[in-house]
């Protein structure tokens, strides 16, 4: 009975709070989609870096995934010969609208990360932090200076450096292939019973598990 149909106030309301509603579940839908993209991409990058820094234990270092800290996390600590390296592991996906062998350079000039289709200080300002927190710590945990150079890995991308960025105090590197063996090399500033002293110090942040 089309004829008796009838579409007046209450039924237009009513479409536009059904309209509204799947507007409102489409967007979060949409939202939460690309944080879980974002949030895989940043396990996959943490998980590639930390096998590369793995292979460090071979040159004498100590390395340590996920050091707590108050209100964060220390992505990796490279317990070097040189010094004690925070690293801040990012994924930032390559831009498909530029060519190929152009969209994965990321330029460095020691205060900014430029990427082909954008720019940032985030991570380069999140790493000193997390290295000033961090050589606090040891400060407190050893009585002593221990040198702590804050670093930030970017598997997958090429990382150019000006002559500023040479001698910024943060260190940013791709962890593929040989990238991250700089982590090893250097003078010795920390001797083997103190790598292991740091270790244990920083062990000692993570939570016990009860039997």
């Known amino acids: ?3 008796a149909l009838r579409f007046g106030l209450a039924e237009a309301l009513f479409v536009a709070l059904g309209l509204g509603l799947f507007g409102f579940g489409l967007f979060r839908f949409i939202r939460h989609f690309r944080l879980r993209e974002r949030a895989l991409d940043g396990l996959l990058a943490e998980r590639v870096t930390g096998m590369q820094l793995n292979r460090l234990v071979a040159e004498g270092c100590r390395v340590l995934h996920d050091v707590p800290a108050p209100d964060f996390n220390i992505d990796h600590v490279v317990v070097a010969p040189a010094a004690v390296y925070a690293v801040e592991t990012k994924s930032f996906r390559k831009p498909k609208e530029i060519a190929a062998d152009e969209a994965c350079k990321v330029a460095y000039d020691g205060t900014v990360l430029k990427f082909p289709d954008f720019a940032t200080r985030g991570p380069i300002e999140q790493a000193e932090r997390q290295a000033k927190w961090l050589r606090a710590l040891l400060h407190e945990a050893m009585q002593q200076e ?6 930030v890995a970017l598997p997958g991308w090429y990382v150019t ?3 500023a960025a040479k001698s910024s105090p943060v260190r940013v590197f791709t962890p ?6 700089f982590l ?7 001797d083997a019973r103190q790598r292991e002293m740091i270790a ?5 942040r ?6």
């Open 1 to 3: 009975q089309w004829h």
């Open 146 to 151: 221990i040198p702590v150079i804050p670093a």
């Open 161 to 163: 450096r000006d002559e």
């Open 176 to 181: 593929m292939g040989k990238g991250a063996e």
């Open 184 to 190: 090893a090399k250097g003078p010795e500033r920390l």
């Open 200 to 204: 244990q110090a920083l062990a000692l």
């Open 206 to 211: 993570y939570p016990r598990i009860e039997d």
